[in-house]
């Protein structure tokens, strides 16, 4: 459906966990999560009353993201049921790629059609420092699992951190020299209190298109990024810029947290709660949600952090 500044709203963030396997210095605090009781979280049959109330308001295309998604023990039945929804064309994830080596196949079987994963750095001290717990070789052995359960794509996100993978751009551009994967950059964006993000951190995506002028725009596929390729590339370049060129105009997500807090915005702290509703009645709420999304968040920076009132762990990204 439309919301009133006539945006089609077709794609839900489905955030179905908040704990993780790694701590990403940009995204959760080191002590982890505080652990809500069990009966806040929406649960299984309540994530997919949502998933069938948002396709029945016209959301197709359905991204299951966490905290990880992969460390939820019910995570294959999700994915299946939610791929069963009548109206979801789609389902998609966002996991930090560690234990894709066990479940990357029956992911592809249950119904998920794209991956991307999570890889800041291809240095094995580098990734250690910013995961605080995960080793370079279990991403890349998930990238690998990805790329042989055949997925219709997989794509690998890098956070750019200035101080930290800025020298890096190049070597992991040229990934998609080697393998059939988009790799995307995307700008830190001020969630957390970080006193090792200073302003330095919060690095331009410009930088990327500066590091390498051999890439050459490619046309937009209907996503964030704005796309670029490599010569002989077999995957693409993506820019995401949220903090530098936003893209509310044309934004068309909605997100829903593990406790079934229905965000309208990733950026404002307004959220509404669908925990404990029929379906129907979540439907009404996701309708006037969705109809009354805000046209814009505020201003980001390194000095002006996101609204959003919760860590990216919490949200889903
Ligand atoms: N655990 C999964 C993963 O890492 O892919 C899914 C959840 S994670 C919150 C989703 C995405 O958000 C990841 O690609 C992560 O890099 C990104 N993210 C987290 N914090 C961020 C921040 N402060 N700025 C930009 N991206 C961030
Ligand atoms: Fe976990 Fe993903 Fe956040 Fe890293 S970015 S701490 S893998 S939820």
Known sequence: MRDQFEREINYMRLSVTDRCNLRCRYCMPEDGVCKKPHEQMLNEDEMIAAVEAAASLGIEKLRITGGEPLVKRNIMSLCARAAHVPGIREVCMTTNG???????????AAGVRRVNISLDTLNPDKY???TRMGTLDQALAGLDAALDAGFDKVKINAVL?????DGEIE??????????????????MPMLDQPEFGERAFIPYTRVLETLPQAVPVRADGGVAKLYRLPGAKGNIGLISPVNAHFCAGCNRIRLTADGKLKPCLHSADEISLKGMTREAMRETMRQVIFEKPACHAELSASQRSQAGRNMNQIGG
């Open 98 to 108: 560690v234990l894709l080596p066990k479940l990357a196949k029956g992911l592809r």
């Open 128 to 130: 250690a420092y910013i």
């Open 161 to 165: 951190i200035g101080g930290f993978n």
């Open 171 to 188: 070597e992991m551009a040229k990934l998609t020299l080697t393998y059939p994967v988009d790799v995307r950059f995307i700008e830190l």
